[in-house]
């Protein structure tokens, strides 16, 4: 009976020691080709996530009254090969039904060549359409708690499978042109049916006002299928002017964005236009100001504002004005409260909300967009 | 429908066909620097083969460089990318890099040229595990070493081998500048040890670890820094405890650069009574320091002037 303990005992020490020899190797092995699990070669991961509460005059809206996870966004970047850079970026959302649970949300899952000739890029996948620059914003980077209600009514969530090719064009200044086809699978916008794909144009022109200071003027341009053999036409302008102090870290910055849409689709109702304009300003080291306005005309009813008689023709005009101020104590973090005002052409439908926005960012992010 | 595509087809196939082709016509080798201390070495190398353009002024902190597309114009014809490494560019130089569309300066490129990786001396290098509870932290240590002027020199020996691979007909040219140069730096060395002699019996306050190699290379004492974590506003109480300390010091200089919140530390410096230097934090940070060689003289004189305003 000893003996045998004293056997457990031999084989318990020698268990602990190969565990720890295994728990002193393990740094060792993360790198090492014999595991073929080499930890290097992960991808640079980030996740975000943002909490809003918000409360609203229009006591029958449920989703604008109460705290709610208004999204979470995981990212994950890397190198494939020689030739292709991958993006993969997960989001996690409420139905947009309202229902119960988290829909989860491939934003975008696209390769980006590496090695094109002539200064070319390809991106083949799922990606956000390059119309304009709010709708290549994520939720995360958006000036507002909810996007302009322009952006809503005729944009949306903007993304689909395809294939992109950007150029910059030989010009004096800063010039970019991207051309696009893609599936023509986006909610709210297209339905494509069999063969129909969408496909579009962006093209960018930057100015270096000054050294501190650029003005970017760009047009959009989108074409896809809508129902019963129809066409769906958008044309968007978009210009801002960026601000920063070129002497001061954290002094006073101006971001200004303008953006007109033009929804021109076959057998359209009305004469339908988005435009929204937003300005920020930093006053001081870590806190932001606010200030938007846009107008939505003879669109459908937007989600979250249905609560109205539109026209005969099923359209209305939304007027929305907007103000946040933020604090973010360091570039990973914010909190924001906003006030927001929305009424239509319609008598009996305005809505006032007040909210306030938690977002954090954990891990390795990638720069974002200028 | 089937026009609208085949006029889009038609305009790809036009802008690519007449996209730029590069730089690969130009004579000069074409370097793009992020910093100017680094810009400033290249010509100091590379003489009149080389044409050089720095991509951040040296009156702005490279941490926050807006990543302005007309920089990624700039680096699309470049052969030649210089910079700094450390994560001291990681905000803005990875989206300029794929902005630029560049293979030839693409990281593991020829013309990929990561500084850092010949300097030896790396301060702060943080333990294994790091998390943000301490600020925007660089991971794999102070970038800030070419405020210590001895990584000057392997920095050019770096940058005459690298234009020797890319331009060999003026690999003899770029060796002999680098050597000029090394020379340069070795003379002046002991003139600024000399010139800030007065401040090492004393003390000096900084205002971001940016400082940390100039006060390793001049021996410094450090009471600490105001901004104790990187790239997060400091916090009343430990301002205080700064003031505090220094003021029970009694000799104390404090020291910022030209884009600190040159106000709040005038206030810090006065509630002190020390005196304060306010130095460029690069090369062109301020008018008179026009070269990496006159920068590091500006700084020294700076330092000088306001140890002078010790008492004895």
Known sequence: MKRKKKTYLVLLVGALAALLAGVVEAPAQASSTATGVSRLMNPAISANALVLAQTSADDDAPAANGIDLQEAEMQFTSVVDPFWTANMILSFHRPEDGGDGLATEIEEASLTSRQMPAGLELKLGKFYLPFGKHALLHTHQWAFTHAPVAVQAFLGEMHDVGAELTTSLPLPWYADLKVYGTDGQVEGLFAAEDRDLAWGAHWTNLWDVSDNATLELGGSALTGPLALGRQQYIYGVDLTYKWTSGTRNFGPAVHWTSELYLPRADGRTGSPLGLYSIVQYRFARNWWVGVGGSIAQDTPPVEGHEAVRPDPDGTVDYREGKLAVTFAPSEFSDIRAEVSYIDTDQPGFEDLRFAVQWNFTIGAHPAHLY | ?312
């Open chain 2, 1 to 312: 429908m089937r026009n609208g595509t085949i006029a889009l087809l038609c305009a790809a196939l036009l802008v690519g066909a007449v996209a730029t082709p590069g730089a690969a016509a130009a004579k000069k080798l074409n370097v793009v620097a992020t910093l100017t201390d680094l810009a400033s070495i290249a010509r100091s190398v590379g003489g009149d083969d080389v044409q050089v353009t720095a991509l951040c002024p040296g009156t702005r902190d490279p941490h926050y460089l807006p990543a302005k597309p007309s920089l990624a114009r700039k680096m699309s014809k470049a052969d030649m990318l210089v910079y700094d490494g450390l994560e001291l560019e990681i905000g803005w130089l990875p989206q300029l890099i794929r902005k630029a569309r560049n293979p030839r300066i693409r990281p593991g490129a020829p013309g990929d040229v990561d500084c850092s990786r010949v300097i030896t001396n790396l301060l702060e290098v943080p333990p294994a595990t790091v998390d943000r509870s301490e600020g925007d932290l660089h991971p794999m240590g102070n970038p800030h070493y070419t405020l210590d002027p001895r990584n000057a020199e392997p920095i050019a020996r770096l940058l005459a081998d690298r234009m020797a691979d890319l331009d060999p007909d003026h690999a003899e040219a770029y060796h002999r500048r680098a050597e000029a140069f090394v020379q340069t730096i070795e003379q002046h060395l002991p003139r600024w040890w000399e010139e800030t002699a007065a401040l090492r019996a004393h003390h000096v306050l900084i205002y971001h670890k940016h400082w940390s190699y100039l006060v390793n290379w001049l021996g410094l004492d450090k009471v600490g820094e105001i901004e104790n974590r990187p790239g997060i506003a400091p916090s009343p109480r430990h301002v205080h405890e700064m003031i505090r300390k220094s003021r029970r010091l009694g000799d104390v200089v404090v020291i910022c650069a030209t884009w600190d919140d040159v106000d709040q530390v005038k206030e810090i410096a006065r509630r002190i009574g020390a005196p304060l230097a306010v130095l460029p934090g690069h090369t062109g940070g301020v008018k008179e320091a026009d070269t990496y060689v006159h920068f590091i003289d500006t700084i020294c004189r700076r330092l000088a002037e306001a140890a002078a305003q010790l008492p004895e």
